[in-house]
């Protein structure tokens, strides 16, 4: 079987795809990478998945065989943790043993370089390459492996871009943390206790099945447990984070969900209010409410497309304020290049000390102000047929109306975004990670979004 790296890594179903003998094919390729690049060391690491504590350590032997400085976690690590630890370094790269979001059958492998962000084509396309031709060194020699503490350096270098002293002077901060049975555990809720708050921690042992999760992404329909706690125990509010702790979820004081959306044009309102500046980098399946905000402010909005990976790049490029997604990442532009949950979770605590209410009560004054958007998406599972319609009726032909609506404009930058008016779109792509259609909307009503996804769907499964 022929590996492939999507937007985010390679992933594949365990003893399916993702086997021991392909993820140590995949780390000796990685090596022969580093080793053309010049990098002799490496940051090695994984979430709380099935075998991934096992498959770091067995990558830790390997590179230290071929002569590379290989420091692994002692314990399972967030990726943004392992993203801070290869820059802090000043290491060659990271092997991250994880999928993600993904289903529990899935595992994988993420490759950052030097830089700690996501690879870019240029290193994926060779690594490709690598694993069908690599003839590996031998006799190298000043290798070596040592258990390292990456989380301790990130959580006392977090205080660079959190305000401590909104924590201190307040003593009513309570948080509920749900962590998804993964590695955010003992690392969000450690911070948050440092900086004196009150946490109650669901799901904080390590279990591969995630709790029964079938799809542990920290979405509105996987936070229900979390609403329920924070209206029962009258919470300041809710965060999350899914099994490597990139991705984040928030809930607010009354339980809602505030969605990514929403969550990050009233971090950037907050950021621009305390006096910060920059670019703020989007991806295309990103809401309008941001775009209204940043302008209100007299900040520069660029759009790129799905994968963490081009707003990774931009973060690389200097100037940014805030970089992030729909689907629950983001970053600061001073911080790393990657996405980071835990960094995310303490904003969203940030902002509820800061101000003194709750995310719910300060997202309803920003909607009173610029407007308020419904934002969903809706995943099909994609079959050959599927996915030959959606090329022929949509990528390889411009559509006139969706739902009875004339188009207006025509975006391609990732997949087909067709522009219905000045507050409405649809975007249809392709998952880079699992075989599904995404089907994502925007409009000023939840029926409406409902109506044209229902009506995209049936046309695109009629045969």
Known sequence: MVIKFGTSGWRGVISREFTWDRAMAVVDAIAMRLTETGHSSIAIGGDCRFLSPELADAAAEKMAGYGFKAYVSERSVPTPVLSHACRKMGLGGVINFTASHNPPLYNGIKFSPFHGGPADSRDTDRIEELIVSASVPEGVTGGFVLKTDF???????????????AFRETNSLRVVYDAFSGAGSGVLDRKLLELGGSVRVLNGR????????????????????LSENVIRSGASLGVATDGDADRFGIVDENGDYITPHDFMALLVDYLAESGHTGRIIRSITTGSLLDRVAEARGLEVKVTPVGFKYLGAEILKGGVLLAGEESGGLSLGTHIPEKDGVLAGLLAAEMVCHYGEGLGSLLAKLWTTHGKFYNTRLDL?????????IVEKLFNSDMKEVAGLPVQQVNRIDGVQLVLDENTWVLVRLSGTEPLARIYVQSQSAEENERIASRLAEEFGKS
């Open 151 to 165: 989380i301790t350096p990130y959580l006392k270098d977090i205080n660079e871009f959190i305000n401590v002293d």
């Open 206 to 225: 390590r279990d591969p099945l995630f709790a029964g999760r079938q799809h542990p992404e920290p979405n509105k329909q996987c936070l229900s447990d």
């Open 381 to 389: 599972p994609l079959d050959p047929d599927m996915k030959s319609r």
